[in-house]
């Protein structure tokens, strides 16, 4: 009798075509890869090492500059150019200033599907899990040589299962959830395994704040956080792809590493403190500590229901004057939207600051450094150390109503009095 | 492949934020102009400690955090031999294979700053030198260590001209 398989175990099988389980080394053709400006400058300059004179498949390639987009800096605008100039010499898909952030992109363009094997070149690739793609982070080398021949090396990994039910309290978010999760498994709990997410709060999510929970997988060491593609995911991906696809789900009885079962019924906001992603507490215990930064955006929680959480918060309200909050979309897209829907004019009058959809200030290059000992709330993935261009600023990270609720007040706040 | 060298040691989740500043690597990617700023959030001037061959010696969780390559190949390029972590993160460890800096599983406890260590890859043992101890290695895959023995992925291939590893199994 065939074995039960974990999605992880019939994605990688099903591409080899024979068997296969959890810890083999194989190699894979790659359905899709991206490279952000970050990864890619390298990748360009591997991939001329190597000797490789065109790409394997300009359609299965993407890049993106979204990390220091506009860039901040000549140096930065050279390796900009490199990027450019690979693109029209491969013709593959490009995405400059202010379309996005890459993991924003892929599955709002139709990149990455369900059943598919995707890599990207940073590490948060694991987001799209969410609608069942096998997607995985990957370094400047490896997208070299997969951009060479359309192939690299994986090992198949163990799964960890988790199991989230009961219903949501009012004004906690996927955001708290992933927060919570990561506090009880810490930031080495599922290194190198792929986790599958399940459950009656996923069930209840939208596809949007399930990308949140999938983007922090890596948080945890993660390879990949996959979720079933139910008819949410299905009705989420009409009109951005008319490929086939196959979805996929675990066997009952399917090998799993650990199953963690939660019921999140009684959760209450989360915040993740400084300089570790895994120390988390309830919102209680963090409340009144001041702030100077806010930040909404990354592709953690810069999509249009986290800019519509802020908006209803901020409406009619002005951001602290002690606190400058600055607000990057995931996307040229999700800006739109959120400018039809008059998300925008609410987030400005209220005093924020717009910057061009991309990574914004998440990654310290530019777009608001924090000064020193200055304390920043972030609807971000990361709080380590100097992640924003300061290593003696603090970072806190929290849900998009808990950032905008603690910037009008400056200072940690819980966002349900304000819902 | 054995390597010898003094332990330099750090602790748990060492991310690549630390290993080197996003500040720095976004803007070049000469790894002699980032090689400077080595660990400095952690250790200034650490750069300037290391001696060819050394080992940065880790805990749990070694290298967690961004996927960008410029962590192991700063490492490699300051002159580090090998890292020795009881654990790296996954994208790390990948990088670190694919650039030909060995990337070491072993429980590092008992090693302090400073020791003496000679590592065996083949055998797959640490001999701790200073302290006379042998400790066994979490083995790497033939594959792996065909990698690293060609310096990198991108010597593998040209060698291989694919990514078959039967070929010379
Ligand atoms: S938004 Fe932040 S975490 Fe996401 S890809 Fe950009 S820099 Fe990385």
Redesign the pocket.
Request: negative net charge; contains cysteine; glycine residues 20%.
């Given at each position: 009798m065939r074995k039960a398989k974990t999605i992880s175990e019939k994605i990688f099988s099903d591409h080899l075509g024979r068997d296969v389980e959890a810890g083999e080394l194989v190699i894979i053709d790659v359905d899709f890869m991206m490279g952000?400006d970050?990864t890619s400058p390298l990748a360009i300059k591997t991939f001329e090492e190597v000797g490789a004179s065109s790409v394997f498949d300009s359609k299965k390639i993407a890049m993106v500059i979204?990390?220091n987009a506009p860039s901040p800096s000549e140096k930065v605008s050279a390796l900009h150019k490199l990027m450019r100039n690979f693109k029209d010499q491969n013709k593959i898909y490009f995405y400059d200033i202010g379309d996005g952030?890459?993991?924003q992109l892929m599955p709002e363009q139709g990149h990455a599907l369900p059943g598919q094997i995707v890599i990207g070149a940073?590490?948060?690739t694991c987001t799209y899990g969410a609608i069942n793609c096998f997607s995985t982070g990957v370094g400047s080398t490896d997208l070299a040589i997969a951009m060479a021949s359309g192939k690299l090396w994986f090992k198949v990994p163990e799964t960890v299962k988790i199991v989230l039910n009961g219903d949501l309290p009012f004004g906690v978010y996927s955001k708290d959830v992933i927060l919570f999760i990561i506090k009880e498994l810490t930031a080495n709990g599922a290194t190198y395994k792929a986790v599958e997410f399940e459950g009656e709060v996923i069930d209840n999510l939208s596809v949007q704040a399930r990308f949140t929970i999938s983007?922090m997988a890596v948080e945890m060491g993660a390879k990949v956080g996959l979720m079933k593609a139910d008819d949410k995911v299905l009705e989420w991906l009409k009109n951005r792809t008319s490929d086939e696809f196959k979805t996929y789900e675990s066997d009952y009885g399917a090998q799993y590493e650990k199953i963690y079962n939660f019921d999140l019924s009684d959760l209450e906001p989360q915040v993740s403190k400084p300089h570790t992603v895994d120390n988390v507490s309830s919102i209680k215990d963090v409340e009144g500590i001041p702030i100077q930064q806010g930040l909404l955006?990354?592709?953690?929680n810069?999509r249009l229901e986290d800019l519509k959480i802020a908006a209803k918060i901020l409406k009619g309200k002005k951001v602290n004057s002690d606190v400058r909050l600055i607000v990057?979309p995931a996307s040229r897209s999700t800006l739109l939207e959120a400018i039809d829907e008059g998300v925008i004019q609410t987030l400005i009058k209220a005093g924020a600051t717009i910057v061009a959809p991309?990574?914004?200030p998440?990654?310290g290059t530019h777009n608001g450094v924090p000064a020193d000992g200055e304390n920043v709330i972030s609807t971000?993935?990361?709080n380590f150390k100097g992640r924003m261009g300061n290593n003696k600023a603090f970072i806190y990270l929290a849900s998009p109503a808990t950032v905008a609720a603690s910037c009008i007040e400056g200072k940690i706040t819980d966002p349900r009095k304000y819902l | 492949m054995q390597l010898i060298g003094y332990a330099h040691k750090f602790g748990d989740n060492v991310n690549t934020d630390y290993i080197i500043s996003g500040k720095y690597k976004f803007a070049t990617i000469d790894m002699n102009e980032l090689v400077v700023h080595l660990m400095e959030d952690l250790r200034p001037n650490f750069y300037y400690e290391i001696k060819k061959g050394d080992f940065i010696v880790a805990g749990e969780n070694f290298g967690c955090g961004?996927s960008r390559e410029q962590a192991p190949l700063v490492i490699k390029q300051a002159g580090i031999g090998a890292v020795l972590a009881k654990s790296f993160a996954r994208i790390f460890f990948r990088n670190a294979i694919n650039i030909g800096l060995p990337a070491i599983e072993v429980s590092t406890d008992s090693i302090e700053e400073g020791d003496s260590l000679k590592v065996d890859l083949e055998k797959g043992i640490v001999e701790n030198i200073t302290k006379n101890q042998v400790l066994k290695i979490h083995p790497l895959s033939p594959e792996m260590l065909e990698i690293l023995k060609l310096g990198g992925l991108v010597n593998f291939y040209k060698k291989y001209g694919s990514l078959e590893f039967k070929k010379f199994n």
């Open positions: 952000q970050g979204d990390h952030i890459c993991h940073d590490s948060h983007n955006g990354t592709c953690t810069g990057a991309g990574c914004g998440c990654v971000a993935n990361r | 961004s």
